[in-house]
């Protein structure tokens, strides 16, 4: 199975500021993924991070809003640009594995004031 | 677009009781079937995969059936105990149209196994 850190756990933030969520998987592995949780909803897939191209955004979420970086098979950050209290979730990094399972980070947990 | 629901959408059972969790897709075209199980505020534990070709997978006192067909999965927990209290979450993953690592969430179901 893949272990998957991210960082930071939780944070609260004021309106109109960024924050960088960093994503550290123990393995190499060819994509990402980043999912975002509201409150009392359920998971949606913002991005599909891969190593050496742009990210691929699901409708709805632009990169502007989101930006994202993949540097190297381990590693991936998520930005949360201007941020505002609707953005309030946690966010989850996510990897398919070999038997293609998918394999989730313990989140982060964001509230914008 | 698939979609996932899940039926129902909270439980509360005393210690000890056996358990039916429902997931329903509108779309059979699915290349598998996960179920997680989340604790609150905290990320997603994998607890069973079912690929489309298979009817169910077991783990402990987990079982989880599919039938691909009908667009449903079940979740059966024998002998509940507190500790299996947390949302349990059903997600498909589409075998066409999609990324490989996109995957279909239902809203869950908040089991509460009380003493």
């Known amino acids: 199975s893949a272990v998957i850190s991210q960082k930071p756990s939780r944070d609260i933030c004021q309106r109109g500021t960024s924050l960088t969520i960093q994503c550290q998987v123990d393995s190499q592995v060819t994509m990402m993924f980043w999912y975002r949780q509201q409150p009392g909803q359920s998971l949606t897939l913002i991005a599909t991070?891969?190593?050496?191209?742009?990210?691929?955004?699901e409708s709805g979420f632009v990169i502007d809003k989101f930006p994202i970086s993949r540097p190297n098979l381990t590693f991936s950050t998520l930005t949360v640009s201007n941020m505002s209290p609707e953005d309030s979730s946690i966010y989850l990094c996510?990897?398919?594995?070999?038997?293609?399972?998918?394999?989730f980070g313990p989140g982060t947990r964001l509230l914008v004031l | 677009k698939q979609e996932v629901t899940q039926i129902p959408a909270a439980l509360s059972v005393p210690e000890g009781e056996n358990l039916v969790l429902n997931c329903s897709f509108t779309d059979s075209a699915i290349y598998n079937l996960q179920w997680f199980r989340q604790d609150p505020g905290k990320g997603l534990t994998s607890l069973l995969l079912?690929?489309?070709?298979?009817r169910e997978q077991t783990s402990g006192r987990l079982n989880a059936s599919l039938d691909k067909s009908s667009g449903r999965s079940t979740l059966y927990i024998a002998a509940s105990q507190p500790g299996d209290s947390a949302t349990y979450l059903c997600?498909?993953?589409?075998?066409?149209?999609?990324?490989?690592?996109?995957?279909?969430f239902g809203r869950g179901t908040q089991l509460t196994v009380w003493p």
């Open positions: 997600a498909v993953r589409r075998s066409r149209g999609s990324t490989l690592g996109r995957l279909y």
């Open positions: 991070a891969n190593q050496g191209s742009e990210a691929t955004y």
């Open positions: 079912i690929q489309s070709s298979q």
């Open positions: 996510s990897v398919t594995y070999p038997s293609e399972t998918q394999y």
